[in-house]
């Protein structure tokens, strides 16, 4: 429901939500077509193929969805790391962690009014970067296999990239968080007679 909610908030209040995400410093206008394609793969076009890219981005709707996407999910981010600190779960200090943050921290930027100029906004805003841009599916070199950043490969892979990065994003992710709760001692691995019993 939370999400649903920051769907609408972000659709009935444009503007301040794009201020808000453009002042952490994860959307700018010029910058939404390298939402698909990384630098490495801009160096290799021309400047007449980086206006067509441009174009096509624009006039096929992908740089206002990527724009509505990565507002929307600071505007989670927000809600996601304030939720934690003022009411912390059995993880939430390891999420807040992951974020280089604490619950001490997160409560005195609330406390100064949520603005970036304080040392403990500038903490928080580096944590809102992190985490959208750690729910952005954005294929890079680090997410592909090395022939795959070869020039001579990068349009067969381009496409392509998004499935992969998804499987390195999104599986791996679920794949790491389910051996964090291994290590914490409550998982599927411990069968599910042992954890009916925990609950």
């Known amino acids: ?27 700018a206008n010029e910058s939404m077509a390298n939402a698909f394609m ?8 021309d400047e007449y193929n980086r206006k067509a890219a441009d174009f096509f981005f624009k006039y096929t709707g992908l740089e206002i969805f990527t724009r509505f996407t990565r507002v929307f999910a600071t505007g989670m981010a927000e809600k996601f790391i304030v939720s934690h600190a003022m009411n912390p779960r059995e993880r939430s200090g390891r999420y807040l962690d992951d974020l280089g943050l604490t ?37 890079n070199a680090a997410e592909r296999p090395v022939w795959a950043s070869d020039p001579r490969y990068a349009l067969l892979w ?40 925990q609950d």
Not at 38 to 45: F, G, K, P, V
């Open 103 to 139: 619950p001490q921290i997160v409560k005195q930027w609330v406390k100064d009014g949520k603005g970036f100029d304080t040392p403990a906004g500038q903490l928080v805003q580096q944590g809102l970067q992190k985490f959208v841009e750690s729910t952005m599916l954005r294929p």
């Open 1 to 27: 429901m939370s999400g649903f909610r920051e769907i609408i908030n972000t659709i009935a209040n444009p503007r301040e939500r794009y201020e808000f995400a453009r002042e952490i410093g994860v959307v």
């Open 158 to 197: 381009q496409l392509k990239s998004f499935p992969y990065a998804y499987g390195q994003v999104v599986i791996g992710g679920v794949l790491r968080e389910m051996k964090a709760r291994v290590q914490e001692g409550r998982a599927a691995g411990k069968g599910a007679g042992q954890i009916i019993a």
């Open 38 to 45: 990384s630098e490495a793969d801009l160096q290799y076009m």
